[in-house]
């Protein structure tokens, strides 16, 4: 080859490497994030619609001396972490499957003390998007469940546009221990609600991160089922989450007959967690942070077995919900919450009132009951938080059962509409109808539009009225889709009422 030529190949050649570099800087690998942490990378859905990252740790491990502490920060890592999976799940007995829930709903990946992780799905990961945040918080009654569990997958939300975030955070005596010693050690005077500490540092993290997932911090809503949606309520209710989100939604967590009772305050938590070192025969806290994980979760002997969850401890949880919102306290958000048609019985009185009031007494109207029940629970809920509220409810009754022929005695189970709010029907082998898959494209409809706007209506949809004082309608999601009355009978109203007045 002559000189020139050699010359002119070379130049092109640099020209090209130019312009490959130059192409590479002006579109970045959309798996490739930079967070506070370090680099994390992704992976991307079969057509490139969706990436998913896995395993972020929003925390520090909360082990050793960090056992039973408010949550530090996340310790930085050099190169890019691999998101490619979930990390640990908290620190539980891990069942498998307990029906009706099934492995989908269940716990499956390894446990560990090292848990606080979250994940991320985002339609775009570009910080210009300000696409609205989803942040999931898992149920499992504070015992069990984690961010990674099948049915909480995102990518199906993501595909509708907007970010959503799943959080583990810590469970049982691991995340809701209170004992005298560490309210001593506590700068506030207060111990045992550092699963709810979890999900506040989570929060924390994703106002400081989130824009970079293509996220937007100031459109931010908390969401729940059970115990998730009972953490919900927490946030609603503890100062130290202003600013942090805004909008909530609690699935079948948040009722009118949840009063201060069935939280202990912090003396009465602090006296079980005393209990709780004795059973171990530990004198001391150093003596329960020296014990292993096996230890401290191996069960007692004890009758009733000790139950650890949130804590009114006058600090982060400031007193119980129903005076928080009579006092206005709360943060005033737009809020949607409901509950599933088969997940509770009735509670309250069967004698003669029940039968004046119903008729007879059997177990097919004592059903009908728990159902309007659950039905009235959420609506007075909705009542008495627009006492001091200036933001919208929304409230719904889910009932479509999931196509189960084995076990139709389950119907619309506890926890049985999160696939079909996470429009994640494929998770689950099921017979499926045209009927599922309607519903599952209306409910996450209807949660996406609320995440963007406050408000779940959207074109397609069939309306769904805001609470009004003058109305006892709830929206009625499942077997049909549209605004239903609580009953049709005042004196069956007035009853359950004076029923849930009765066990607040």
Excluded at 4 to 32: D, G, R, V
Excluded at 62 to 84: C, E, H, T, Y
Excluded at 265 to 282: C, I, P, R
Aim: net charge positive; aromatic share 10%.
């Amino acid at each position: 080859m002559k000189p020139k030529a050699l010359i002119f190949s070379a130049l092109f050649l640099c020209l090209l490497l130019f312009f490959e570099s130059f192409s590479l800087i002006a579109q970045p690998n959309k798996t490739i994030v930079k967070t506070q942490g370090g680099l994390v990378k992704g992976v991307l859905n079969a057509n490139k619609s969706v990436v998913a990252f896995k395993g972020i740790p929003f925390a520090a491990a909360p082990v050793g001396d960090l056992r039973w502490r408010a949550p530090q920060a996340p310790l930085p890592w050099k190169g890019i972490r691999d998101a490619a999976r979930f990390g640990a799940s908290a620190m539980q007995i891990k069942q498998g499957s307990r029906n009706p829930w099934t492995e989908e709903f269940m716990v499956q990946n390894d446990i560990s003390e090292d848990c606080l992780f979250l994940n991320i799905w985002t339609p775009e990961t570009k910080p210009s998007k300000k696409q609205a945040v989803l942040v999931y918080i898992h149920g499992g009654g504070f015992v069990e469940g984690s961010g990674g569990v099948d049915v909480y997958d995102g990518e199906e939300l993501a595909k509708k546009g907007i970010v959503v975030v799943t959080v583990n955070y810590r469970l049982g005596v691991f995340g809701f221990l209170a004992h005298p010693e560490l309210s001593a050690e506590s700068p506030h005077g207060v111990s045992g609600n550092y699963g709810i500490l979890d999900q506040l540092a989570a929060l924390q993290w994703i106002k400081k991160n989130i824009a970079a997932f293509g996220g937007d911090p100031s459109r931010v809503t908390i969401a729940g089922q059970s115990a998730g949606a009972s953490s919900v309520n927490a946030l609603i209710m503890a100062p130290q989450a202003a600013g942090l989100f805004h909008r909530a939604i609690t699935e079948s967590g948040t009722k009118y007959s949840t009063g201060a009772q069935t939280i202990p305050s912090l003396s009465d938590a602090e006296k079980l967690g005393f209990k709780y070192a004795q059973v171990k025969g530990a004198k001391s806290i150093a003596q329960l942070r020296a014990m292993s994980s096996e230890q401290l979760m191996k069960p007692d002997t004890t009758k009733p077995q000790i139950r650890f969850g949130r804590v009114i401890d006058g600090h982060y949880q400031p007193t119980d919900m129903l005076t928080l919102f009579a006092q206005g306290k709360q943060h005033d958000t737009p809020f949607l919450n409901g509950y599933n048609a088969d997940e509770t019985m009735y509670v309250g009185n069967k004698d003669q009132d029940f039968v004046k009031v119903y008729g007879a007494h059997n177990k097919m109207i004592e059903k009908k009951a728990g159902q309007q029940q659950s039905l009235l629970n959420a609506h007075l809920w909705s009542e008495h938080r627009a006492k001091t509220a200036k933001t919208n409810a929304y409230t719904y009754f889910f009932t479509r059962a999931i196509p189960w022929p084995e076990h139709p005695e389950f119907g619309a189970f506890h926890t049985g509409e999160v696939p079909y709010v996470f429009n994640n029907l494929k998770m689950i082998k099921r017979p499926w109808t045209s009927l599922d898959t309607l519903v599952a494209e209306q409910m996450s409809s209807y949660w996406v539009n609320f995440v963007n706007s406050g408000n779940p209506n959207g074109k397609g949809l069939p309306n769904w009225a805001a609470y009004q004082p003058q109305t006892k309608q709830v929206m009625e999601i499942g077997t049909q889709t549209k605004m239903i009355p609580i009953t049709d009978n005042q004196e069956q109203y007035e009853f359950l009422k004076w029923q849930l007045m009765q066990v607040r």
